[in-house]
């Protein structure tokens, strides 16, 4: 039936149950060197319906209608879509970036911007003036907004707010844990949300945080952080039995600036270097009165998505998964 309907579409994109026409789709994204945030945009609505496709008849088809190799090879199918989908993102994230300065604010100097489909929202700060007076920002399209500490806002940063209206990352949590026991200890949090926004104080490496809703009558929580002096002993785990995510998932990351196009003369010339999009190197230091001087998050929740509760914060991790 898939197939049939497939057929009958005629919009040119590959078959998910047919192997050599999802290589093909795949290698030659890959190869395409037209790295821009936009195209990735237009590709993930495919990349998204092909993979629909597959978790449909992994869900749906019976023992007699796809072997056991078909299924494992439709879940393999689906990781490397994600995957590819997430790398083009970040190939795209290094190539604007890399012409930052091209696009640079004429009021603060620094380069910002917010490109948003049904799918995603990418929301981008680049500090090219480094200046301290310039160390917070609000992606006014999305409410999305931060504040860095004075080291950073005098450092060569970008910060990056992807918020995926899918979640691609739960699943992998729940196939991890399927014959593992839940959790024996679950901490409640009280994170207030005002105004559809939540405040989180966040190291900045790169987190990935979900919104999470009880699907019983009572709400509790794990929430997956780092404690100032390093990685926590024995983690919380999100039941996923017990909450489950809405609203897609926030990936948002500190970024490694890269060497800016220089004006000589007529002619404009640029460090190339041979690496990928960059973390940026830092950790939380201490403040005068004795805080953490971490990165504030300010994260306006979907509008298409109602909380009857208040939503609890989770945070992937992408070690332990």
């Known amino acids: 039936l898939l197939q049939w309907e497939h057929y009958l579409s005629c919009d040119g994109t590959p078959d998910p149950t047919v192997p050599q026409e999802l290589n093909t789709f795949m290698s030659l994204w890959r190869e395409d060197q037209d790295e821009d945030v936009q195209l990735v945009m237009e590709k993930e609505e495919v990349v998204l319906n092909l993979i629909e496709k597959l978790e449909f008849l992994l869900l749906e088809a019976s023992p007699d209608e796809i072997t056991e190799e078909q299924r494992d090879q439709y879940q393999e199918f689906i ?13 795209a994230t290094q190539s604007l970036l890399k012409i930052a300065s091209m696009y640079e604010d004429s009021e603060t100097g620094n380069m910002h911007t917010v490109l948003k489909d ?22 006014q399209e999305a409410g999305h907004g931060f504040e860095l500490p004075k080291s950073l806002a005098l450092s060569s940063v970008a910060v990056r707010v992807l918020h995926t209206h899918y979640d691609h990352l739960s699943p992998l949590g729940a196939s991890l844990k399927e014959n593992s026991n839940n959790a024996d200890d679950i901490k409640e949090t009280e994170e207030g949300i005002e105004k559809n926004s939540d405040i989180l104080d966040v190291p900045p490496q790169g987190i990935w945080l979900f919104f999470m809703c009880s699907t019983t009558k009572v709400l509790s929580l794990s929430v997956l952080c780092e404690e100032p002096g390093g990685r926590e002993e024995a983690p919380s785990v999100v039941d996923l039995q017990q909450l489950v995510p809405v609203g897609g998932v926030f990936h948002i990351e500190a970024l490694q600036l890269p060497p800016q196009p220089q ?14 999009l960059e973390v940026y190197p830092y950790s939380p230091g201490e403040a005068e009165d004795g805080t953490q001087e971490a990165v504030q998050i300010t994260l306006r929740l979907p509008d298409n998505v109602i909380y009857f509760k208040v939503p609890e914060v989770a945070r992937w991790d992408p070690a332990g998964r």
Do not use: A
Not at 79 to 91: A, C, E, P, T
């Open 79 to 91: 990781l490397q879509l994600q995957d590819l989908l997430h790398q083009k993102y970040n190939d």
């Open 118 to 139: 049904k799918n995603t929202t990418f929301c981008i700060w680049v500090n090219l003036k480094k200046l301290p007076r310039f160390k917070n920002h609000v992606f």
């Open 263 to 276: 004006n000589v003369g007529d002619w404009s010339t640029v460090e190339l270097l041979d690496v990928g």
